[in-house]
T-cell receptor, first 114, second 113 residues
Framework: DAGVIQSPRHEVTEMGQEVTLRCKPI?????LFWYRQTMMRGLELLIY????????DSGMPEDRFSAKMPNASFSTLKIQPSEPRDSAVYFC????????????FGPGTRLTVL | AQSVTQLDSHVSVSEGTPVLLRCNYS??????LFWYVQHPNKGLQLLLK??????LVKGINGFEAEFKKSETSFHLTKPSAHMSDAAEYFC???????????FGTGTRLKVLA
């Protein structure tokens, strides 16, 4: 299995620009998570999808952030407009739906907003 | 409410010596517990998982962890450290019956030659 795939791996952009991060979960996994990792706050859950439906987006920082999952094999996290404080590593993770099941993480996207 | 505490933010060991990374948890239910490793500029990789089948859990790369309910601990050990073990390690507890996971703050392991 290829594992969770994220793109791009690195993104450098200027403040005010739109940024789109992409994720392909492991085939057969029906739960998908977006996390943000910073030195100050550690790993934070941004949004959780189950069967392509957003279940919990309470971790999304503000309206500048949006996420979609149009099908079982693709999700996007969009930031518009981006700000320097959005600089972080963004991880996507997937799992099957059992509550004790293991999350599998992608390699992450390192976002730098200048 | 569930919580997880990693007792050391940094641990340094010499190559070839044992590794002990400590994790205490709090859970109202029988928890599922995980250890993940994150190498620099990489994603989180699962080392091992406890789900009540056996209290001693063996993982990849020679790591193992023991679930001790009486001590509410899930410490990660390895008999002999290798340079490639230098990384950050996260102890994670799943919130029973939900999709939520509680992540520890991480322990950065340094392996000295």
């Amino acid at each position: 299995d290829a594992g969770v795939i994220q793109s791009p791996r690195h993104e450098v952009t200027e403040m005010g620009q739109e940024v789109t991060l992409r994720c392909k979960p492991i085939s057969g996994h029906n739960s998908l998570f977006w996390y943000r990792q910073t030195m100050m706050r550690g790993l934070e859950l941004l949004i959780y999808f189950n069967n392509n439906v957003p279940i919990d987006d309470s971790g999304m920082p503000e309206d500048r952030f949006s996420a979609k999952m149009p099908n079982a094999s693709f999700s996007t996290l969009k930031i518009q407009p981006s700000e320097p404080r959005d600089s972080a590593v963004y991880f996507c993770a997937s799992r099957t739906s059992g509550s004790t099941d293991t999350q599998y993480f992608g390699p992450g996207t390192r976002l730098t907003v200048l | 409410a569930q919580s997880v505490t990693q007792l050391d933010s940094h641990v340094s060991v010499s190559e070839g010596t044992p590794v002990l990374l400590r994790c205490n948890y709090s859970s109202s239910y029988s928890p599922s517990l995980f250890w993940y490793v994150q190498h620099p500029n990489k994603g989180l990789q699962l080392l091992l998982k406890y789900t009540s089948a056996a209290t001693l859990v063996k993982g990849i790369n020679g790591f193992e962890a023991e679930f001790k309910k009486s001590e509410t601990s899930f410490h990660l050990t390895k008999p002999s450290a290798h340079m490639s073990d230098a990384a950050e390690y996260f102890c994670v507890v799943s919130v029973s019956g939900t999709y939520k996971y509680i992540f520890g703050t991480g322990t950065r392991l340094k392996v000295l030659a």
